[in-house]
């Protein structure tokens, strides 16, 4: 069975989260899009991060991608969740930094500071990196207070 991987945006990351959507499909995950379908300018990016970081927090899944036009107010929301790590990529570099020393479980795009392209190479590189551990984990394990 594909790994279940949730996706949202607001209106700034709408068209970015569709190449998403789709380049996950044709990578073979199965993308579970919480919206919105259509685009509308004045949503509100907590309504779409909140879905994906409980589905993360929950472990309903494993990891989640959100998109807004800076990737600071979905990561504000996303992190607010036990467990989740959110974390704000605009290069290959920072996504896999992300992977590699924080295990970060949701990835943030600012749509309005990446190209399409960008944010495939991004999100390649968040797919394919895989947590260090070691001192790291101990670091990780302290995030969490609860
Ligand atoms: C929407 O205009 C914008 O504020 C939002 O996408 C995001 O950047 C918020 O953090």
Known sequence: ??????????????????????????????PVDVGPKALDPADDFPDYAKPVAEAVSLGVARRGVLTCGTGLGMAYVANRFARVRAAVAWSPEIAELARKHNDANVLVLPSRFVSEEEGMEILHRWLETGFEGGRHARRVAKIDHD
Request: hydrophobic content about 35%.
């Open 1 to 30: 069975m594909s790994e279940q991987i949730y996706v949202g945006a607001d209106h700034a990351g709408f068209q970015l989260k569709r190449k998403l959507v789709d380049e996950l499909q044709r990578l073979g995950y199965e």
